[in-house]
């Protein structure tokens, strides 16, 4: 079973930055195309990016100009810099594979307040 681990949440302020991690145990890492999602209390979890396996890149409208993925295939790490952060960013975040899913890890909360 392929294990993810999200970390790097937190509070901060509208405005702010924060960059969350997610470390995947598999050796073949780099053959996945990996997404980041997000879901906020009574909501379903969305997609927020996704980087293919051979770096192509793609965002939802939400987060365009704002947020950027990248991958590190060597640390199995997948990244998500998240810049002017606003409140209705606030939610949990996960990352896993862009199509077929392994299972979820704990996600990282992310909070957005004054």
């Known amino acids: 079973q392929v294990q993810l681990v999200e970390s790097g949440g937190g509070l901060v302020q509208p405005g702010g930055s924060l960059r969350v991690s997610c470390a995947a145990s598999?050796?073949?890492?780099?053959?996945?195309?990996m997404s980041w999602y997000r879901q906020a209390p009574g909501t379903q979890r969305v997609v927020v990016a996704t980087?293919?396996?051979?770096?192509?890149?793609n965002y939802a409208d939400a987060v365009k100009g704002r947020f950027t993925i990248s991958r590190d295939n060597a640390k199995r790490t997948v990244y998500l810099q998240m810049n002017s952060l606003k409140p209705e960013d606030t939610a949990v975040y996960y990352c896993?594979?862009?199509?077929?899913?392994?299972?979820w890890g704990q996600g990282t909360q992310v909070t957005v307040s004054s």
């Open positions: 896993n594979r862009a199509h077929t899913y392994w299972p």
């Open positions: 980087i293919t396996s051979s770096g192509i890149i």
């Open positions: 598999t050796s073949f890492f780099r053959l996945y195309d």
